[in-house]
Each structure stands twice: as C-alpha cells, then as structure tokens.
C-alpha cells in the first residue's frame, strides 16, 4: 500500500462548486504540505501543517482553506472554484529533524479541472 | 518573485549523452538543495540533495555541482537512459528555520531518446 494516498486522483468539476481534496498518510510523519504544479511554474505551497494544531499559509494559499483533521489526515479545500485553480494537486509528508532538512515524500496527485 | 529559477524548461538527449540542468538561487540564507525527479503520473520523490560546504555530490550517474558564490547549482546526468525520461525540479530550503519548506525551480521536462 501506498504510504501516501491523495483521493480522488482526478476531479472536474464547475466554477463556483466547493471542493475537498483528500490526503492520507502512514508514514507517522508530523509535517505535511499541500502543493499546485503548473506547467511552467515548478511546484508551489499551498499550506502546511506541523501538526494537528499549527497551520500555516504557504506562497499561494488565497482562495484555498486546509482542515488537519488527524495527524494522518490534511486536506485541502476550494471553497468556490474558479478555473484558474486548475493544476495538478499534491500532499506531501515529512518528518522534523532540527536544523535539517527531511525528505518530503509525495503522493500520486489530484488532476483537478474547474470548467 | 520566483526564488529558485531553473533552466531549461525542456531538454532532449541522445542516449549515452549528459544532461545538465541549471538552477539557480537569490536567498543566499538557503543552506540545503535538493533535486527531484517526477514520472508521469507520479508523485516527485527526492534523487539527490547537496549541503553548501562541498561543491559537488555524485550518487551513481546523477551529479550535483554547487557554487556559492555564483549561487548556482546544476544537475548533471551522466550516460542518459530511457528511463531516466522525466520532469526535475530544483529546490532550495533553510534548514535553520526548521520549517521544512522547500522552495521549487520551475521543472524540467527530460526526454532521453533511444
């Protein structure tokens, strides 16, 4: 089984729906990340979460919202879609090494498309 | 304000050839690079990463070469498979901050041709 399991791996849906985008992960890690690739534009953070009770915005979090509800689980919501969050989606996980830097491990992905 | 830029955005190869792909940075307080490697469909997963106090890290045919004072670091793929076909992207991260963060280039598509 997959350490790190986004649902669903492909969405459509129309501007203006909300949307929940779903990650699970068994790795036992603590930090988890959630991402938009963009032809172009290299992968980019969204939010991230060092634990169920700290949250934090990344460099493009507007018109996104993220919920932690375990430390197994963070997802990623749209709370009214618009078409130019069409991208591919990705969580990550990591665990904390003080003053290093841990692998992030990646899931397989959300290709989700706002017509 | 694009931290990490990284160049070229597409490359194709010949097999047996080398690929070389160039990043670089402006926040000179980033202290860990990583590189990933990204197959269609899947998720990126880390290849090969490089602290700043040594200027070249080699891991079978994948070499990463860093300079600080240009703040530049580079990928080079050496004797370039099929299946080295994917997309790369650099990163650069300040361990010091302890978030983890992880700052990306814009990617690179690799196409090895047999």
């Known amino acids: 089984d997959a350490d790190v399991t986004q649902t669903p791996r492909n969405r459509i849906t129309k501007t203006g729906k909300r949307i929940m985008l779903e990650c699970s992960q068994t790795k036992g890690h603590d930090r988890m990340y959630w991402y938009r690739q963009d032809p172009g534009l290299g992968l980019r953070l969204i939010y991230y979460s060092f634990d169920v009770k700290d949250i934090n915005k990344g460099e493009i979090s507007d018109g996104y919202s993220v919920s932690r509800q375990a430390q197994a689980k963070f997802s990623l919501s749209l709370e009214s879609a618009i078409p130019n969050q069409t991208a591919l989606y990705f969580c990550?996980?990591?665990?904390?090494?003080?003053?290093?830097?841990?692998?992030?491990?990646f899931g397989p992905g959300t290709r989700l498309t706002v017509l | 304000q694009q931290q990490v830029k990284q160049s070229p955005q597409s490359l194709i190869v010949q097999k047996g050839g080398i690929s070389i792909i160039n990043c670089a940075y402006e926040?000179?307080?980033?202290?860990?690079f990583p590189w990933y490697q990204q197959f269609p469909g899947k998720g990126p997963a880390l290849l090969i990463a490089?602290?700043?106090?040594?200027s070249e890290k080699k891991e079978g045919r994948f070499t990463i070469s860093f300079n600080k004072s240009a703040k530049q670091f580079s990928l080079h793929i050496m004797d370039s498979q099929p299946g080295d076909s994917a997309t790369y992207f650099c990163?650069?991260?300040?361990?010091?901050?302890?978030?983890?963060?992880?700052?990306f280039g814009q990617g690179t598509t690799l196409q090895v041709k047999p």
């Open positions: 926040n000179t307080a980033f202290d860990y």
């Open positions: 490089i602290r700043p106090d040594v």
């Open positions: 990163a650069a991260s300040q361990a010091s901050s302890n978030t983890g963060k992880l700052i």
């Open positions: 990550a996980t990591s665990d904390f090494r003080a003053f290093a830097v841990s692998e992030q491990f």
